[in-house]
């Protein structure tokens, strides 16, 4: 294949990311860190951002990996003459002094150089660093060669290419953007693997950049032509760290188009203390607010439509960075976001009935420490009979949530339990999201294993199991899917496929961007894939149907010993109503454990869009 010059310049390329929603918000991130102890590190082809007052000094230190011409890019609103710029070596020697200009091409060798900007008036410094360098191959089994800051052109291509993207290791979080861009009447689809699996796509008439967190990692990328072939271009960014918000302090921002996310970070300052997220729109433009101790961990949801604003609460599970997520499907909005910290959440102890009360619309958190392995854990909640409280057990680690029981009911009898195979500490919320001001007495006991069952865990001794059932050592497990793929979604963040997973977060039902829909209603037959972390053999399936439940025909899960699907529930789709429907049939038994579920929608049999909120796999642990 013959190299192209580059289709649009790099700094093009950079006024394109950022209207497409890519660039990190406006807020100053490094504006507090200008006491420098030395030079930030900063990564090739990561976008870097600062507030400097006249006089002022930044200064990065950027590792190149080969010898090339460079090209720095200033992406900042104002004039890149208010910046004087200094590009020094390892050992000293100037490259490049001079004021800073929109594009900058330098040739370096391989090796660190040192970039100091000085500020000839208070001004607001944004740039990157790239190359046009990489390669991609039409032979997967040598594929090429793809890294962070890397741009590749080619031309005429008529089958598949394929390339390794290395990601340099980061201190923080990154969204890469891999932008993928042919010439006027080219299509082309685009994959994109990690190491663990994880799964990226697009094509490029929907839409030209994939998108994923990472703090570094090697991942596999397949570009093949759809329709024309007669151009190609990849290009990979780094977003940089998210910006700042201060507890306390209202920020504004702006999406620009539908589908655009901004994304923030903030401190926690101790374990169980209460996180409220404030956030709304202006114009009556709809608002999403998901929040997680990762950017693309997202646990806890709310929904904003018209004038309110929408609240987001949860009891932070440890103290510690997190990340906020602001999303809209209207045709851009103008936003404000307020995060708050409030009290910690105070003990609850086991066996000791505990009175409490709720604000209307608010929660109250408990701290629940199990200190004995192997134990079942249950909570009881009762609060006033014309009220409707809920009730939610959950436990992290390092973050992430590994086990949780949740309890919707109408009413404010609720009971939530799971089992506990290591010791630690539990986080119980009593939610007034639907109910008023309210009093409530809430149990917490546990039980052990051995005690329900005997033994060390086995049958009793004087009854022999049938030769059909498990063996003793295996455990009942419910999980929710971790990852999913859909035929079709309706957009890529709003009622994609990822909305299937987790626990279920579109409580009311209806027609919400927190679950799963496809592309257009009533037009075909759609199927959904769904992940889970632990292989199990299926005993029992929960499906949340949040929107005109009843269309789903087919329940196949995926035997891994023969890379097949096999059928465990057939049925008719008939019409559910419109409201929230728990879907739980009787599965076929299976002999094999699996990790993946298929469901088949005849979106055609049940009219209107047949959203699906999330799914819990129960199964035999072998």
């Known amino acids: 294949m013959k190299a192209l010059h580059i289709r649009p310049s790099l700094g093009q390329l950079v006024v394109l990311l950022g209207l ?69 070596a390892a050992d000293g020697s ?43 191959e039409e032979d997967s089994d040598e594929p090429g060669e793809l890294f962070n800051g890397a741009v590749f052109v080619t031309s005429d291509v008529g089958n598949p290419l394929y390339a390794t993207l290395t990601i340099e290791e980061s201190a923080y979080p990154q969204q890469v953007s891999l932008l993928v861009q042919g010439g006027d009447d080219d299509v082309y689809s685009v994959e994109v693997y990690s190491e663990d699996l994880d799964y990226w796509s697009t094509s490029t008439d929907q839409a030209e950049i994939v998108q994923f967190t990472t703090r570094g990692g090697t991942y596999d990328v397949t570009v093949t032509p759809t329709e024309g072939g007669s151009e190609l271009q990849v290009s990979v960014f780094l977003s940089g760290p ?38 709304g729109a202006e114009e009556e433009a709809d608002l999403s607010v998901a929040a997680g101790t990762q950017p693309d961990s997202e646990m806890w949801y ?181 990852s999913a793929e859909a035929s079709s979604a309706y957009g890529d963040t709003n009622w994609s496929a990822q909305q299937a997973t987790g626990e279920p977060d579109t409580l009311d039902g209806g027609d919400t961007p927190t679950a799963w829909a496809a592309a257009s209603a009533d037009s075909e037959v759609e199927s959904l894939v769904l992940a889970f972390d632990v292989p199990v053999i299926p005993a029992g399936i929960e499906i949340y149907e949040s929107y005109n439940p009843g269309a789903i025909v087919l329940i196949e899960v995926l035997d891994p010993n023969t890379d097949e699907w096999v059928v ?8 559910a109503g419109e409201n929230v429907a728990i879907f739980s049939p009787a599965l076929t038994s299976v002999e094999f454990a699996t990790n993946q579920v298929r469901l088949t929608i005849d979106e055609p049999a049940v009219p209107g869009w047949n959203e699906i909120d999330a799914v819990k796999l129960i199964g035999i642990v072998e």
């Not at 100053?28 to 000094?57: I, K, N, W």
């Not at 702006?254 to 655009?260: F, G, R």
């Not at 465990?568 to 019409?575: L, N, R, S």
């Open 302 to 482: 709310e929904y904003s439509a018209g004038d309110e604003a929408a609240v987001l609460q949860f009891i932070a599970p440890q103290a510690g960075t997190y990340y906020v997520r602001l999303t809209t499907s209207s045709e851009g909005a103008a936003y404000s976001v307020l995060v708050e910290q409030g009290e910690v959440a105070s003990a609850l102890e086991l066996d000791t009935a505990v009175s409490g009360s709720v604000g209307a619309g608010e929660q109250a958190g408990y701290l629940l420490e199990v200190t004995e392995p192997e134990q079942f854990v249950i909570v009881v909640l009762a609060g006033p009979a014309d009220e409707d409280l809920d009730l939610t057990l959950a436990q992290y680690v390092e973050g992430e949530q590994t086990a949780s029981d949740s309890s919707y009911a109408s009413g404010s009898r609720e009971v939530a339990a799971l089992f506990a195979a290591e010791p630690g500490v539990y986080i119980v919320t009593v939610d007034a999201s639907y109910a008023d001001d309210s009093d409530f007495t809430i149990l917490a006991s546990t039980g052990a294993l051995t005690d329900l069952i005997g033994g060390e865990g086995t049958a009793p001794a004087e009854e022999e199991p049938a030769a059909e059932e498990p063996a003793a050592d295996m455990g009942l497990t419910e999980q929710w899917a971790t």
């Open 242 to 279: 998210a910006p700042v918000l201060e507890l306390g302090v209202e920020t504004r921002g702006e999406l620009v188009q539908a589908s655009d996310s901004d994304i923030y970070q903030f401190e926690v300052s101790e374990a169980g203390a209460s996180v409220t997220i404030q956030a």
């Open 20 to 88: 497409l929603g890519f660039l990190w918000p406006v807020p100053a991130l490094y504006a507090a860190a200008l006491a420098q102890d030395g030079p930030r590190p900063l990564l090739l082809g990561e976008f870097a951002q600062a507030s400097l007052d006249e006089g002022q000094s930044m200064e990065f230190s950027l590792a190149v990996p080969i010898d090339g011409t460079y090209t720095v890019v200033y992406m900042g609103e104002g004039d890149p003459a208010d910046f004087d710029l200094v590009i020094a």
């Open 568 to 575: 465990v529930w057939e049925g008719t789709a008939d019409t």
């Open 94 to 136: 100037e490259l490049y002094r001079d004021a800073m200009q929109g594009e900058i091409l330098i040739d370096l060798n391989a090796e660190e150089y040192v970039l100091t900007f000085t500020a000839q008036a208070k001004a607001e410094l944004a740039f990157v660093v790239g190359i046009e360098a990489g390669s991609m």
